[in-house]
Protein backbone atom coordinates (compact mmCIF):
# COMPACT_ATOMS: atom_id res chain seq x y z
CA UNK A 1 0.00 0.00 0.00
CA UNK A 2 1.41 3.33 -0.99
CA UNK A 3 0.20 6.35 0.56
CA UNK A 4 -0.63 9.78 -1.74
CA UNK A 5 0.00 12.86 0.36
CA UNK A 6 -1.40 14.76 -2.76
CA UNK A 7 -5.00 13.28 -2.85
CA UNK A 8 -5.02 12.40 0.91
CA UNK A 9 -5.85 9.10 0.71
CA UNK A 10 -4.21 5.37 0.47
CA UNK A 11 -3.72 4.23 -2.79
CA UNK A 12 -3.76 0.36 -2.86
CA UNK A 13 -0.53 -1.76 -3.61
CA UNK A 14 -0.14 -2.87 -7.33
CA UNK A 15 -0.22 -6.76 -8.09
CA UNK A 16 3.03 -6.55 -9.88
CA UNK A 17 5.25 -4.62 -6.99
CA UNK A 18 6.26 -6.05 -3.50
CA UNK A 19 3.35 -5.44 -0.92
CA UNK A 20 6.28 -5.23 1.69
CA UNK A 21 9.89 -5.08 1.85
CA UNK A 22 10.97 -8.77 1.29
CA UNK A 23 7.88 -10.10 0.19
CA UNK A 24 6.95 -10.38 -3.62
CA UNK A 25 3.42 -11.35 -5.31
CA UNK A 26 0.11 -9.98 -4.74
CA UNK A 27 -1.75 -9.52 -1.65
CA UNK A 28 -1.87 -12.78 0.95
CA UNK A 29 -5.72 -12.74 2.68
CA UNK A 30 -4.95 -13.45 6.45
CA UNK A 31 -6.16 -17.35 7.10
CA UNK A 32 -9.70 -18.18 7.28
CA UNK A 33 -10.35 -14.70 5.32
CA UNK A 34 -12.32 -13.94 2.29
CA UNK A 35 -10.58 -10.42 1.59
CA UNK A 36 -6.97 -9.73 1.03
CA UNK A 37 -7.51 -6.14 2.07
CA UNK A 38 -5.53 -5.47 5.10
CA UNK A 39 -7.23 -5.48 8.65
CA UNK A 40 -6.73 -4.63 12.29
CA UNK A 41 -8.41 -4.81 15.57
CA UNK A 42 -8.11 -3.25 19.08
CA UNK A 43 -7.57 -5.11 22.00
CA UNK A 44 -9.89 -3.31 24.48
CA UNK A 45 -13.41 -2.44 23.78
CA UNK A 46 -15.76 0.83 22.92
CA UNK A 47 -16.56 1.28 26.78
CA UNK A 48 -12.71 1.69 27.26
CA UNK A 49 -12.10 3.82 24.26
CA UNK A 50 -14.88 5.76 25.82
CA UNK A 51 -13.24 6.16 29.09
CA UNK A 52 -9.76 7.11 27.87
CA UNK A 53 -11.56 9.92 25.97
CA UNK A 54 -13.34 11.36 29.08
CA UNK A 55 -10.22 11.41 30.61
CA UNK A 56 -8.24 13.50 27.60
CA UNK A 57 -11.09 15.75 27.56
CA UNK A 58 -11.48 16.43 31.37
CA UNK A 59 -7.71 17.84 30.69
CA UNK A 60 -7.27 21.31 30.64
CA UNK A 61 -6.60 22.38 26.99
CA UNK A 62 -3.81 25.14 27.88
CA UNK A 63 -1.70 24.82 31.03
CA UNK A 64 -2.30 27.94 32.92
CA UNK A 65 0.72 27.33 35.52
CA UNK A 66 3.14 26.22 32.52
CA UNK A 67 1.95 29.45 30.50
CA UNK A 68 2.58 31.88 33.38
CA UNK A 69 5.57 30.49 34.50
CA UNK A 70 6.97 30.68 30.89
CA UNK A 71 5.49 34.21 30.42
CA UNK A 72 7.31 35.52 33.59
CA UNK A 73 10.84 33.79 32.31
CA UNK A 74 10.15 35.80 29.02
CA UNK A 75 9.60 39.22 30.76
CA UNK A 76 12.50 38.82 32.95
CA UNK A 77 14.80 37.65 30.32
CA UNK A 78 15.32 34.49 31.98
CA UNK A 79 14.11 31.94 29.17
CA UNK A 80 17.10 31.29 26.88
CA UNK A 81 16.73 29.12 23.60
CA UNK A 82 19.78 27.62 22.94
CA UNK A 83 21.05 29.33 19.39
CA UNK A 84 21.36 25.12 17.98
CA UNK A 85 17.72 24.28 18.78
CA UNK A 86 17.01 27.89 16.68
CA UNK A 87 18.80 26.75 13.60
CA UNK A 88 17.32 22.99 13.72
CA UNK A 89 13.35 24.75 13.94
CA UNK A 90 14.57 26.92 11.00
CA UNK A 91 15.92 24.09 8.94
CA UNK A 92 13.43 21.73 9.23
CA UNK A 93 11.00 24.72 8.78
CA UNK A 94 12.08 25.33 5.55
CA UNK A 95 12.86 21.45 4.76
CA UNK A 96 9.06 21.31 4.90
Do not use: W
Amino acid sequence: MRIDLATFGVEPPENSKTARSGQSGGSRAAPGSASSADQTSLSFGQARVSSLEAQVLAQPEVRAEKVQALAQAINQGDYVIPPSQIADSLANDLAG
